[in-house]
């Protein structure tokens, strides 16, 4: 059982770039959760997900995108980078309100 | 707007005695109360939890206690070890939400031998 599973763990992208960052679960959880973490702050909630199919927005999804097709994957993309998405992000998944992690991934945009 | 607060941003303790971290909220719909730990690199674990129906949660060395009138939660490790020495994230949930958690800034917890 590998629970959450993020790739990259690490990644430098120039202004202007894009990139998907996967996250994959083996605990067949409905709940999905994208979360940046910047320094001194605590988790901010970007999308979730509460099935195949089915995401929403959180906190500050601007300049994020995702998709569901399956219980298993939920991958974040980045469109056009820019620095203020500079960050740790982790993703998590859950059957109710107890979320499993992931390692993060270490985003630095240039 | 803050709706999860952790006023402190460190806590230094000396290793056997107690470690207690503090958390207030702000939005009196939250009812399900969490505590996560982290060490460098690595995401958040869980580590305790406490529904508001209940005031006290205890799991070996942790105890959550959660006072509602004052919106206010605390985690008391008793003894504390070196390895807790990580940074420790205050959650609240609302029910019906899709368990979308709010979290705190988190606390550095330094245990010293």
């Known amino acids: 059982n590998a629970g959450v599973t993020q790739t990259p763990k690490f990644r430098i992208l120039k202004i202007g770039q894009s990139m998907t960052l996967q996250c994959t679960q083996d605990?067949?959880?409905?709940?999905m959760y994208w979360y940046r973490q910047d320094p001194g702050m605590g988790l901010k909630l970007i999308y979730y997900?509460?099935?195949?199919?089915?995401?929403d927005k959180g906190e500050v999804p601007n300049g994020y995108n995702v998709s569901r097709s399956t219980t298993e994957d939920f991958p974040l993309r980045l469109e056009l980078a820019a620095p203020s998405q500079t960050s740790v992000y982790f993703c998590a998944s859950s059957p109710g309100f107890e979320q499993f992690f992931g390692p993060g991934t270490r985003l630095t945009v240039l | 707007d803050q709706q999860v607060k952790q006023n402190s941003p460190s806590l230094s303790v000396q290793e056997g005695r107690i470690s207690i971290l503090n958390c207030d909220y702000t939005?009196?719909?939250?009812?399900?109360f969490l505590w996560y730990k982290k060490y460098p690199a690595e995401g958040p674990t869980f580590l305790i939890s406490i529904s508001s129906i209940k005031d006290k949660n205890e799991d070996g060395r942790f105890t959550v206690f959660l006072n509602k009138s004052a919106k206010h939660l605390s985690l008391h490790i008793v003894p504390s070890q070196p390895g807790d020495s990580a940074v420790y994230f205050c959650a609240a949930g609302q029910g019906g939400s899709n368990y979308k958690l709010t979290f705190g800034k988190g606390t550095l917890l330094t245990v010293n031998p």
């Open positions: 939005n009196s719909m939250f009812d399900y």
């Open positions: 997900s509460v099935g195949a199919g089915i995401t």
């Open positions: 605990m067949n959880h409905n709940y």
